[in-house]
């Protein structure tokens, strides 16, 4: 019995709470994805390389002395005109065509490249790394967890509760569902649905941005960082259901604690086929995953 | 005319000006590689390294009284382009000897393509044992230090400074990393270090938490990682954050912390040790001055990729002295068993396996926020590093 | 009368032999005016002396195999596969372990080739056709990362160094016999093999089959109704995709001499999702033209920066918005199209 105790104290707990702060990370990215493609039905593919945009940006102002907590506000706001700009100017011209989730998948796609290749041009292939703003550890239960984890998981949490309050609890979010379950509907009774289109694909690429400035103390910044949580954050949105918010959290959740606590009995090099194994099982027996989508739910 | 003609001439038209427009006749060394992708900051060092070389050896007059000439392309660390650009340095632009590939497969490949035409190419950079054992090859020379030296000096120090450690393996989980580890801890277990227990860890992962639970229950004194690049700046930087890096001594393969990386990592590589075949702080006249200008030229310290590629060209060049001419046949015998000075002292080519034999350091990094040094804490002697030649095919 | 109605709804103009040879649609005498093209160029690059041109383009045509398997999912069915690499990495592999350990004979090598990517692409294909459109497209790019992770670490296939030492083999047909490390032999053979690919996927695609395909990507639903089994008829085309990939991919060795897991990675299938779309998708020579057009492109641009993603991403990009139909596309609609003999467009 004490064995167990110990066990369940000292390897599964710190395991289990581990594996929390990496799904709020990746709850965050999935987030923003999820809600692209719920109401615009449109696949971003380059959204990781928006990540690490807000990554790098995050880097420059604070080059230029600007604090941690202003980059938590100043980045995702940085972030929101160039995602109504890519919406604009280059989803927006193959919206209309039938062929829209694969046209959008490949444009995202080549987007996603050349973004990759500008980063690495203006900043260097070179690794960095900002300051971790909050040192220092705690100890809860016998177990240790550092502070800006802690600090990760509360924030993540209250990102994820705010958004899902403004999605469900405004008007904002209404006209936004309203858009989603039915767009031409929603027009005549005065949304004006293109701008709710621009202004959601900004919205959830802030969402990446701001995740990257998140996650920039602990998973360091380099140019390739945006493939780092692609397949994860597909498979969340995936098997969360596309376009469901609720889907994304529990999703997301759900599998980063099943990846985290497999590694501690099968090889960890198998946890990406896991994941991918469990997507392809869900996508079988139920393709439009946990929860449905975004305006249908 | 159809546009693909008309496209298909103007390529080759295009092509064919790089071949056609050399002039005088200057030496041409073809450089394969990667200039973008994961490994484009060693492919950038790569390429600081030669070219500041090619400078000096030009401005004192070149080799036999000819320019040398260096022709860049990039590999994307893929096999694949790596063999298409290097064929196209060797029949289109030339080349009379090549260099620069970064990963083994590449090394491999470009040798194999080399063997084709006929033609001798060396490698800086790639480690991998199998380049100078198993996989020989009669036209592939190695001017760096490979797997199993780097392992010798560490698992020397380590005796020394540590005897009878208790060692955790991690690495990662892909065939070099493995071998890397394993390679070690043969080296460690000889000569006394316990081995505690490994993991691996995919290949880019992002986050190592969740092996920090195993690592904390083996309760090592000494901890071993084959990371490299993003993965040894995640790695360290976690372990610093877990509070692990306490009572732990750090310490990994030569790429493990470079230059590329030790900005990125901070304080948590302060105390990391490693066997390398080169350091910065090396006390040598050569070295220092070769530092100097290293960093005049490029603004940051050359690491073991920059060197070792700068200390290729004074090889190339004392071969093609001995051989007299840049021919294949008299070149390759120039450079069998040839002895040349680099900025880490004498180098000697062995001629059973086309390996550089060098003194090897343990370097000790210290990254107390005063800038970051490579400090040498120990040396093993060429050859008691160097492990005998395993090479059967010439 | 049904007769005459079922004459009018296909091509009015094909009755017999004669009559079909002399109504190629324009993409056909496309396809020709480029095989007189890669002649006119064989020749040229024969005559420069060195072989890296030939080689150049011959592993263009090689990738171009590729591109046409890819082509045959999404031009043609409407799927669009993130992972055909997955197949054209394997007939790469079995190619060379079969060249380097069992005989150094061309045919055994495809062979094998064939029967493996046949036998993958049955596997794959049931666990993909599950399902369409983006699941589709995630769920294959997702078996090719299984597969190159997996190969990646298999100390016996070569690990991350991949394989070297396949050796440069002779083909035999009949009294007459090739040698690979001859590039304008080999240059001709694989034209011939990618020429052959492509006449016989031609004729397929405007056989009853191709026509269940097409009706298949304008409408999935309606298919049942007109008698036609959709799974099956995508099944099989993913088999045959693979097929095509896993001979393409067993050229691979023959050309440079070895084999690597990045021949498996998602830049292998990335890059051929581009190659399709920006030659013309849906057309088969669009990806041929595509492939060469982009393997010239790249050797250039890679030889002034090595910032190339940039313009090749870019490339593709204005191809997406602006050029759905691709170069191919663009030409084939400059030189106008009979009417009758064009397929549905969306």
């Not at chain 2, 600081?48 to 400078?55: D, I, R, S």
């Amino acid at each position: 019995m004490a064995d167990l105790i110990d066990y369940l104290q000292f390897v599964l707990a710190p395991q289990a709470l581990n594996g929390l702060s990496l799904g709020v990370a990746v709850v965050l990215m999935a987030l923003g994805l999820t809600i692209i493609f719920g109401l615009l039905d449109v696949i971003n593919m380059a959204h990781g390389e928006f990540y690490a945009m807000g990554a790098f940006l995050a880097l420059t102002l604070a080059g230029l002395g600007v604090g941690f907590w202003a980059l938590l506000v100043l980045v995702p706001l940085l972030m929101l005109p160039i995602g109504w700009l890519v919406e604009r100017w280059l989803i927006a011209r193959v919206f209309h065509s039938r062929d829209r989730h694969i046209l959008t998948l490949l444009l995202t796609f080549g987007l996603g490249m050349i973004m990759e290749d500008l980063l690495k041009l203006v900043y260097g292939p070179n690794t960095q790394r900002p300051e971790n703003p909050i040192e220092g550890g705690t100890e809860i239960l016998g177990m240790f967890l550092p502070n800006y984890r802690l600090f990760l998981i509360g924030f993540g949490l209250a990102l994820i509760a705010a958004v899902w309050v403004v999605v469900f609890r405004t008007g904002l979010g209404a006209m936004v569902r309203a858009a989603a379950f039915d767009k031409d509907m929603a027009s005549s009774l005065g949304v004006p649905v293109r701008r709710v289109y621009a202004g959601t694909f900004a919205f959830g690429v802030a969402l990446a941005g701001l995740s990257g400035v998140l996650l920039a103390p602990i998973y360091s910044v380099f140019p390739t960082m945006g493939r780092d949580f692609i397949l994860m954050a597909f498979t969340v949105v995936i098997v969360g259901g596309m376009g469901s918010i609720q889907g994304a959290v529990i999703a997301g959740l759900l599998l980063t604690q099943v990846q985290a606590l497999s590694s501690l009995y099968i090889s960890p090099v198998w946890s990406d086929p896991l994941v991918f194994g469990i997507m392809v099982l869900v996508l079988m027996v139920r393709p439009q995953g946990l929860f449905g989508r975004l305006g249908h739910a | 005319m159809t546009k693909t003609t008309l496209l298909g001439t103007a390529a080759l038209v295009l092509l064919g000006f790089g071949g056609i427009a050399s002039a005088a006749d200057p030496i041409r060394i073809g450089v394969v590689t990667p200039l973008s992708g994961t490994y484009a900051p060693i492919g950038q060092q790569v390429r600081w390294g030669l070219e500041l070389a090619t400078k000096e050896v030009n401005a004192a007059g070149g080799i036999l009284g000819r320019q040398v000439e260096l022709l860049f392309e990039d590999e994307e660390a893929n096999p694949a382009v790596a063999t298409q650009k290097a064929e196209k340095l060797f029949q289109v632009n030339k080349v009379d000897f090549l260099t620069g590939t970064v990963n083994s497969g590449s090394t491999l490949a470009v040798g194999q393509l080399a063997e084709r035409n006929g033609r001798l190419i060396a490698t800086t950079v790639s480690f991998s044992d199998a380049i100078t054992t198993d996989k020989c090859s009669p036209n592939v020379f190695r001017v760096n230090a490979r797997a199993g030296q780097q392992s010798a000096a560490l698992a020397e120090w380590l005796a020394k400074d540590k005897p009878k450690a208790k060692v955790y393996y991690l690495g990662p989980d892909y065939e070099m990393g493995r071998s890397t580890v394993a390679a070690f801890k043969q080296a460690a277990e000889k000569t006394g270090a316990q081995s505690t227990g490994e993991v691996f860890a995919p290949l880019g992962s992002k986050d190592y938490s969740q092996y920090f639970g195993q690592l904390r229950a083996a309760r090592p004194s000494v901890l071993y990682t084959s990371t490299a690049g993003n993965d040894t700046v995640r790695l360290l930087t976690q372990m610093s954050e877990y509070g692990l890096l306490r009572n732990l001594t750090i310490v990994g393969a030569s790429g493990t912390v470079t230059a590329q990386n030790i900005g990125a990592i901070g304080k948590a590589a302060d105390g990391f040790v490693t066997g390398v075949g080169y350091s910065a702080e090396l006390a040598t006249p050569e070295n220092k001055a070769f530092v100097a200008a290293f960093r005049k030229a490029y603004d940051t310290a050359p690491d073991l990729y920059g060197a070792d590629s700068y200390g290729l060209i004074g090889f190339f060049k004392a071969a093609v002295e001995k051989a007299g001419s840049t021919d294949t046949d008299p070149l390759r015998k120039a450079m069998e068993g040839l002895s040349w000075s680099t900025p880490q002292g004498t180098k000697t080519m062995r001629a059973g396996d086309h390996q550089a034999i060098q003194d090897m350091y343990a370097v000790r990094i210290a990254a107390d926020g005063g800038g970051n040094r490579f400090d040498v804490v120990g040396t093993v002697p060429g050859d008691a590093a160097i492990g005998p030649d395993q090479c059967t095919r010439f | 009368m049904p007769e005459a109605t079922l004459r009018t709804l296909s091509d009015p103009g094909r009755t017999g032999p004669a009559s079909r040879l002399s109504r190629l649609a324009p993409v056909h005498w496309l396809a020709l005016a480029f095989l007189a093209a890669a002649l006119g160029f064989a020749a040229v690059a024969w005559a420069t002396g060195n072989g890296f041109y030939l080689r150049l383009a011959t592993e263009a045509l090689i990738f171009a195999g590729l591109a046409m398997s890819v082509d045959l999912l999404l031009g043609y069915t409407g799927l669009l596969s993130l992972g055909q690499a997955l197949y054209f990495g394997l007939g790469a592999y079995v190619s060379a372990l079969v060249l380097r350990d069992v005989a150094p004979s061309f045919w055994l090598a495809m062979a094998a080739a064939l029967l493996a990517g046949g036998v993958a692409g049955l596997i794959g294909g049931v666990i993909a056709n599950r399902v369409k459109g983006v699941y589709f497209a995630l769920i294959t790019f997702g078996l090719a990362q299984v597969a190159a992770k997996s190969v990646y670490n298999t100390r016996a296939l070569g690990a991350s160094d991949g394989l070297i030492g396949i050796p440069q083999i002779s083909i035999g047909f009949g009294p007459f016999s090739l040698d690979t490390a001859d590039p304008l032999s080999f240059f001709l053979l694989v034209l011939g093999l990618t020429v052959a690919a492509y006449a016989g996927l031609a004729y397929l695609m405007d056989a009853p089959f191709g026509r269940t395909l097409a009706a298949i990507r304008a409408n999935e639903k309606r298919v049942p109704f007109l008698g036609f089994n959709a799974w099956r008829y995508k099944l099989a085309v993913y088999v045959l995709a693979a097929c095509v990939a896993a001979l393409a991919g067993a050229l691979y060795p023959m050309l440079r001499g070895f084999v690597s897991p990045e021949l498996m990675f998602f830049e292998t299938s990335g890059n051929a999702v581009i190659t399709v779309i920006v030659g013309g998708v849906g057309t088969l020579v669009g990806p041929v033209v595509g492939s060469l057009l982009l393997t010239a492109l790249r050797s250039v641009v890679g030889s002034w920066t090595e910032h190339h993603l940039i313009v090749v991403g870019v490339i593709f990009m204005l191809s997406v918005i602006f050029l759905r139909k691709g170069l191919v596309g663009a030409l084939l609609a400059r030189l106008g199209r009979r009417t009758g003999q064009g397929r549905a467009t969306p």
